[in-house]
C-alpha cells in the first residue's frame, strides 16, 4: 500500500525521555486524529513530519508519503503543508502575496494572478488581494492561511490544533471547510487536537496518546 | 535629583552635535570667529582641491560597498546556518571581535594584506620571489582594501544586532511555514524573516554606511593617500598651524555631510527598490541556489574572522620578532627587545586611555542608570524618538560635527583639554552603554522592588541595595562595552584634545604612517589589549563576587 500518508514506529524522544510512539497509516481524503493531552509531543511528532525538529528533540522511524521515504528530505522537498493555531500570514505582504508564496515556480505570472484571484473568490474574499493581513478578521484569516497551503499543492495536510483559537461559531464553519477541502483535493489529513469534537467532526480514526 | 537626568542625557546627545554643526556650518560661509564675513571663499578653496572628485568618490563607494556587504555576509550566515553547530561556532569566533579597536584591526589587516605581508609570502615562498611584489594593494586609489577592512570590522557589529533583534521575529514559525510552502532555507527566510528582522536593525545598519563613509582611523591606515578620502582630508586641514584652514576644513566637512545625507537618500531608495524586488520575487515563487548561497555565507564569514584574528596574530609576532626577512612566513627568533623599547610608554599611554575611558564610561552610566531607573520610578518612558536620540551621535558624522565643536569650544574660551576630551567621548559612549544595559535593567523581575519596599526600603535603597547588586554582570558589560568604544576613539580624541591629549588610538594611528612593524605590533596589540581588559573583568568580577549565588550567574 504506497499511497497516504505512513508513520511506521514513530517514536519522538526529548533527550533521553520517550514521549510517544505512533504507527498509523492516513490514507488520501481521510483524516486521522492523534488526540493528548498538551505536552505529550504531539506538535514535536509534527515537526518531524516536517523535516524541522526542534533541538533537543530527536525521533526515530520511518515517515513515507505516497511511497517515498521522507526521511534526509529537506522540509520544502517534502510537499507537506501545515496549518497552526495561528493564521500566520506574512505581516510584510499583501494577502495576495501571501497566497503566491506557495504556488510552485514556472508558471508565467498572468496565470500565477489568475490562480490567486480563484482563490480568493473561491472563499469569498474576492477583492481583498492587496488588503493588509492585519486588516483581516479571524475567520478571514484563517480561510486566507487555508488557501495559502491548497496553492502550494502538497501531497499531505497537517493540522496543528488549527481551530483551537476560533469562536465557538467560527470553529465549526472552519473546520467544515479545511476538511472539506482536504478531501476534496484528495490528501491524507494527520490533525492534532484536545477537543473531542475536532475529533468528531473528522470522522476518521481517531489515536489516543 | 533624579528627575532632571532623562533631559540632562538628551542635551548631552544632542547638544554637541546641534552645537557642532552651527560651529562647521558658520566658518564654512565665513562667519564665526575665524570668519572675515560672508564668503564663499572656504567653499571655493574645497573646490579647487585637485583630489575632491576621487575623495568623494571613494567615500562614497567605501561606504555603500562595505555597509552592503558586511550587511550581506551577516545575512547569509544568518539565513543559512542559524541553529546549527557551524553557527555556534561562527559567532563564537565574532563575537569577540566587535572589540577589537578599529585602528588595531585595521593595523593588524594591514599586515596580512600588504605586498610584503602574510598572505603574499605564501606565494613568494612558492614561486621563489625574494622581494615583494609590485603592487598597491594596501591603501590603493579606489579603496578596495578599506573597503574589505570595514567589512571584515563591521561584520561582527551587524550580525550580532541581527542575532539579538531575531528573537523579536517570530522565525521559528515563519520558518516552519515558508518551508512547508516549498521554499528552500535561505530564500524561505530572506522572504518571511529577513523584512521584519531589518525593520528591526534599521539604524544600526545606517550607523555603519554613516561610519564606513566618514571614519578617519580606518582611512588613514587603510584607504588611499593621494587623494585620501575626504574625512582624512578635512583632518588634514584641521591640523594645519594656519588658522584661515579651519574655514576650509568646515567647508570640507559640509561638503561631507552633504554627502552623507546623499548616501543615506540612495540606501533609502535601494530600501524601497528592495522591498519591491523581493515581493516581485514571492510573486515569481523562485528559489535560490541553496547550496552555493550557503556555502558562501560560511566561507565569507570564516574569511572574514579570520582577517582580523590572524592581523591579530601578525601584530603579536611583529612585536616580538627579532629579525624576520620578505618571503619567511615567520621570525627567525624571538625576542623582548620591542617591548623592552616601546613598552614601558605604550603601558604608561594605555594607563592614560583607561583612565580616559573609565571617566567616560562612568559619567554614561551614571547618567543612564539614572535615565533606567527615571522611566522605572516615574514612568518617563520616551519611546521611538528617544532611539533616534540616542543614535544621533552615531548617525552624524563625527568629522561632520567634531571640527565645530573646536571652534565652538575655543569661541567660549574653552581650548582643547583632557576634560574636553572625556566629555566628547561620553557622547559617543553613552548611547552604546544604554543599548547594552537597558534590557536587562527593563527586564529585571519588578516584584523584588515591591517586595523590597514591603519590608521598608525606599526606592534609592532598592536600586543600590537590589537592582543594582542582582545586575552587576549586565552593568559591569555595559561598562566594558563603553571602554572599548572610548579605548577606540579617534577623531574626538585628536580635535578635542587639540594633539595634546596622546591615547593609543592617537599613537597607533600615527605610527601606521611610519612603519615600523615592530612599534606598531606592540601600540596595536597594546589597544586591543585595553579594549579587552573591560570585558575580562566584567566577566570575571560577577563570577567572584557571586561565586556562591547559583541564581544570579549567566545573569
Known amino acids: 500500500m504506497a499511497d497516504g500518508l505512513r508513520l511506521d514506529r514513530v517514536r519522538v524522544f526529548q533527550g533521553r525521555r520517550r514521549l510517544l510512539e505512533v504507527d498509523a497509516t492516513v490514507l488520501p481524503g481521510t483524516v486521522v486524529t492523534l488526540m493528548g493531552p498538551s505536552g505529550s509531543g504531539k506538535s514535536t511528532l509534527l515537526s518531524y513530519v516536517m523535516g524541522d525538529l526542534a533541538p533537543g528533540f530527536h525521533a526515530e522511524g520511518r515517515v513515507t508519503l505516497d511511497g517515498r521515504d521522507l526521511g534526509g528530505l529537506a522540509p520544502e522537498a517534502r510537499r507537506v503543508g501545515i496549518l497552526y493555531q495561528d493564521p500566520l500570514l506574512f505581516p510584510h505582504l499583501d494577502v495576495a502575496a501571501n497566497l503566491a508564496f506557495g504556488l510552485p515556480p514556472g508558471s508565467p505570472r498572468a496565470e500565477r494572478r489568475a490562480a490567486v484571484d480563484r482563490a480568493l473568490a473561491d472563499i469569498s474574499l474576492s477583492g481583498f488581494g492587496p488588503r493588509d493581513p492585519a486588516t483581516l478578521s479571524g475567520g478571514q484569516a484563517a480561510r486566507v492561511a487555508l488557501m495559502r497551503v491548497l496553492l502550494s499543492a502538497p501531497r499531505a495536510l497537517l493540522l496543528d490544533e488549527p481551530f483551537s483559537k476560533l469562536d465557538t461559531g467560527l470553529r465549526r464553519q472552519i473546520r467544515d471547510l479545511v476538511f472539506g477541502r482536504a478531501r476534496a483535493a484528495g490528501i491524507p489529513v494527520l490533525l492534532v487536537t484536545h477537543d473531542e469534537a475536532d475529533a468528531e467532526a473528522a470522522g476518521g480514526p481517531v489515536i489516543r496518546l | ?555
Open chain 2, 1 to 555: 535629583m533624579l528627575r532632571p537626568l532623562p533631559l540632562l542625557t538628551a542635551a548631552v546627545l544632542s547638544l554637541p552635535v546641534a552645537v557642532g554643526l552651527l560651529g562647521t556650518v558658520l566658518p564654512a560661509i565665513g562667519l564665526g570667529a575665524v570668519g572675515t564675513g560672508l564668503s564663499a571663499e572656504p567653499f571655493r578653496a574645497v573646490l579647487d582641491w585637485p583630489g575632491l572628485t576621487r575623495a568623494m568618490a571613494v567615500s562614497v563607494s567605501s561606504g555603500l560597498l562595505s555597509t552592503l556587504g558586511a550587511l550581506l555576509v551577516a545575512t547569509l550566515i544568518l539565513a543559512g546556518w542559524q541553529g546549527t553547530r557551524a553557527f555556534v561556532w561562527l559567532e563564537r569566533m565574532l563575537s569577540p571581535l566587535l572589540a577589537v579597536p578599529h585602528a588595531a584591526a585595521a593595523l593588524g589587516l594591514a599586515f596580512l594584506i600588504a605586498p610584503s605581508g602574510w598572505i603574499a609570502r605564501v606565494p613568494a615562498l612558492v614561486l621563489g620571489w625574494d622581494r615583494p611584489p609590485d603592487l598597491l594593494i594596501l591603501q590603493d586609489p579606489w579603496g578596495l582594501s578599506l573597503t574589505a577592512g570595514l567589512i571584515a570590522k563591521e561584520l561582527p557589529f551587524l550580525l550580532l544586532m541581527m542575532l539579538a533583534a531575531l528573537g523579536q521575529t517570530d522565525q521559528r514559525r515563519r520558518m516552519a511555514v515558508a518551508r512547508s510552502l516549498g521554499q528552500g532555507r535561505i530564500a524561505g527566510w530572506l522572504k518571511t524573516v529577513f523584512p521584519a528582522l531589518y525593520a528591526q536593525v534599521r539604524l544600526p545598519v545606517l550607523v555603519v554606511l554613516v561610519y564606513a563613509m566618514t571614519n578617519v582611523d580606518v582611512a588613514l591606515i587603510l584607504g588611499p593617500n593621494v587623494p585620501p578620502t575626504l574625512s582624512v582630508q578635512v583632518t588634514r586641514w584641521m591640523a594645519e598651524p594656519d588658522l584661515s584652514q579651519r574655514a576650509v576644513a568646515a567647508a570640507g566637512a559640509a561638503i561631507q555631510f552633504a554627502l552623507v545625507l546623499g548616501a543615506l537618500a540612495v540606501w533609502w531608495g535601494g530600501e524601497r527598490a528592495v522591498a519591491r524586488l523581493g515581493c516581485a520575487w514571492v510573486w515569481a515563487g523562485r528559489g535560490l541556489p541553496e547550496r552555493s548561497a550557503r556555502a558562501a555565507g560560511l566561507v565569507l564569514g570564516v574569511v572574514s574572522a579570520l582577517a582580523v584574528l590572524l592581523g591579530i596574530a601578525a601584530l603579536a609576532l611583529w612585536s616580538v620578532a627579532a629579525g624576520w626577512r620578505f618571503p619567511e612566513l615567520g621570525p627567525d627568533a624571538l625576542t623582548a627587545r620591542s617591548w623592552m623599547r616601546f613598552g614601558p610608554e605604550m603601558l604608561s599611554v594605555a594607563g592614560d586611555t583607561l583612565t580616559l575611558a573609565a571617566a567616560a564610561t562612568a559619567l554614561s552610566l551614571l547618567l543612564v542608570v539614572g535615565c533606567l531607573e527615571a522611566e522605572h520610578r516615574f514612568g518617563l518612558t520616551v519611546g521611538q524618538r528617544a532611539l533616534w536620540l540616542l543614535y544621533l551621535p552615531l548617525l552624524i558624522p563625527q568629522v561632520a560635527f567634531l571640527p565645530g565643536l573646536v571652534t565652538a569650544a575655543a569661541a567660549f574660551g574653552l581650548g582643547p583639554s583632557w576634560t574636553l576630551v572625556a566629555l566628547g567621548h561620553v557622547v559617543f559612549v553613552l548611547p552604546y552603554v544604554f543599548l547594552s544595559l537597558a534590557g536587562p535593567f527593563r527586564a529585571w523581575d519588578g516584584r523584588l522592588a515591591r517586595v523590597g519596599a514591603g519590608l521598608g526600603a525606599s526606592p534609592d535603597a532598592v536600586l543600590w541595595r537590589l537592582r543594582l547588586p542582582m545586575l552587576l554582570a549586565p552593568v559591569l558589560t555595559a561598562a566594558a562595552v563603553g571602554m572599548a568604544v572610548s579605548v577606540g576613539q579617534y577623531l574626538p580624541t585628536l580635535l578635542l584634545g587639540g594633539g595634546r591629549v596622546v591615547t593609543l588610538a592617537t599613537e597607533a594611528v600615527a605610527l601606521a604612517a611610519g612603519g615600523d612593524r615592530r612599534a606598531i605590533g606592540v601600540w596595536g596589540l597594546g589597544q586591543t589589549g585595553a579594549a579587552f581588559l573591560p570585558f575580562a573583568l566584567a566577566l570575571l568580577v560577577p563570577a567572584l563576587v557571586w561565586r556562591n549565588r547559583r541564581g544570579l550567574r549567566h545573569g
